[in-house]
């Protein structure tokens, strides 16, 4: 049921910025085993009416703290959080989150003295 990898979990923050602007950094919250899971019909065409850019549905064990203000990486390549679906499933609690390709392309938090070695290299980013 969770064997398609390992996804990050990341929260987005506001960025330390001289201008002031509304940038966003990506600090880590988790690590969490996935599953790949298919759209329904009505999931399709609802996604399609609200004009969103689905791109893929993963199952993970329940965990309600996941939302929109979340990104998930899968493989290196960042994925904003659209939907997510609490249920439990076959007597597991699970939930299903729909991902959809990001319009932007975050940087990480990294803490003071660290550096980025090459470690957090994302697609789009390094």
Known sequence: MFDAG???VYIK???KSETGMGLEVLEFV??????????????YYAA?????????R????QDTTIGNNHVI??????????????????????????LEKTTTRYGLKLEEGENNNGEH?????A
């Open 73 to 98: 990486i899968l493989d290196g390549v960042q994925y904003d959080v659209g939907r997510t679906y609490s249920t439990i499933d076959k007597g597991i609690a699970i939930t299903d989150i729909t």
């Open 30 to 43: 988790s690590e969490i085993f996935y599953g790949e899971t298919s759209f329904t019909v009505q999931e």
């Open 121 to 125: 290299d994302i697609e789009g980013t």
């Open 6 to 8: 390992i996804a990050k």
């Open 13 to 15: 923050i506001p960025a």
């Open 48 to 56: 399609k009416q609200e004009k969103t850019k689905i791109a893929k």
């Open 58 to 61: 993963i199952r993970i064990r």
